[in-house]
């Protein structure tokens, strides 16, 4: 035997410890269940489940700001009911109009909410843990975008139930208000759930392209202003002007387009506040649906195509 393969009593060794892991025995569940669970965990994050205080602070300022109208005409429906009846009751609040008037509260929701659901994790790299397992790429999108949409709607819908109390309350006979309410109200479920997945899918489809939640926050900011303001300017110039395709642009704006669509689910003339005669109520709404498979092919493709 060579020197080189003597072992000799000061060569290193090594040693073998038994730290007690045990191979997993249990269920796999696969593709579907993981992205469930990103889903459930990323609705908590929204609303700041399971996170210090401060995290909680945002979402429920800005959705209880939402309700606070609601839920001050539930508070004094007994009050409301005698100015109804006086014919006094002119600037209340309605299914119709409620987005209308306190949209911009939901658009601070998806400006706070939006950058942490999908900018923390390309920030701390941590994309190549979920990618590596059971979980897509699309299924990592899908379940975030999905989150976020359930936080809006839950969000858009509570003031429509402390309407529909109110308005019931209001009533002498509930079993009878009850009645006359809920087909007046059901509008309210397709209307708020086009607005909470345009929304949604425009927040996430931006945010993604940054791991830094203030440039988030700030594109996001940037973009509902822009393309609130410059299509309405070119189209007031084209009034003047005679442009026969400025009204068209109207159709692009995110916020003014979702208000249009949800007065088309209510019945609501269009004509009335401002909206162009060219243009039919289905059109708005078909605007915002194509608006949300627009950006939510943009969160796919913004996926299959980063880093992880």
Request: contains cysteine; charged residues 15%.
């Given at each position: ?12 060794t ?5 730290l ?48 606070f109208p ?6 004094f ?20 109009n ?93 209307a ?26 700030i ?31 109207v ?33 708005y ?9 627009l950006?939510?092919?943009?969160l ?9």
């Amino acid at each position: 035997m060579s020197t080189a393969n003597r072992v000799t009593a000061s060569s290193p060794t090594g040693n073998i410890y038994d730290l007690g892991y045990r191979h997993y025995d249990g269920k796999r569940r696969g593709r579907w269940y993981a992205a469930w669970s990103l889903y459930v965990d990323s609705l908590r994050g929204i609303w700041g489940f399971g996170r210090p205080m401060s995290a909680k602070a945002a979402p429920f300022i800005l959705a209880g700001l939402y309700a606070f109208p609601a839920a001050i005409q539930l508070a004094f429906s007994s009050v409301i009911a005698q100015s109804v009846k006086e014919g006094n009751a002119a600037n209340l609040f309605e299914y119709g109009n409620y987005f209308t008037g306190l949209g911009i509260l939901m658009i601070l929701f998806c400006v706070a909410q939006a950058p942490e659901v999908v900018c923390r994790d390309q920030r701390y790299q941590v994309l190549p843990l979920y990618f590596t397992r059971a979980m897509g790429r699309s299924d990592y999108a899908l379940a975030r975008l999905a989150s976020l949409s359930t936080a809006l709607f839950l969000a858009l819908m509570v003031p429509m139930f402390a309407l529909f109390v109110g308005d019931v309350l209001m009533g002498a006979d509930a079993f009878a208000a009850i009645g006359t309410e809920l087909p007046k109200s059901l509008p309210s479920i397709p209307a708020n759930l086009l607005v909470a997945v345009s929304m949604a899918s425009i927040s996430l489809a931006l945010s993604s392209y940054s791991p830094r939640r203030a440039y988030s926050a700030i594109g996001l900011v940037a973009y509902f202003l822009l393309m609130e303001a410059v299509p309405a300017i070119i189209y007031g110039v084209g009034q003047h002007a005679g442009w026969t395709w400025a009204d068209k642009l109207v159709l692009t704006t995110p916020i003014t387009s979702l208000q249009a669509a949800t007065d088309w689910f209510f019945g609501r003339s269009l004509t009335a506040r401002g909206f162009p005669d060219t243009l039919g109520p289905d059109a708005y709404v078909l605007a915002c649906i194509a608006s949300a498979a627009l950006f939510t092919g943009i969160l796919l493709f913004r996926y299959r195509r980063v880093a992880a």
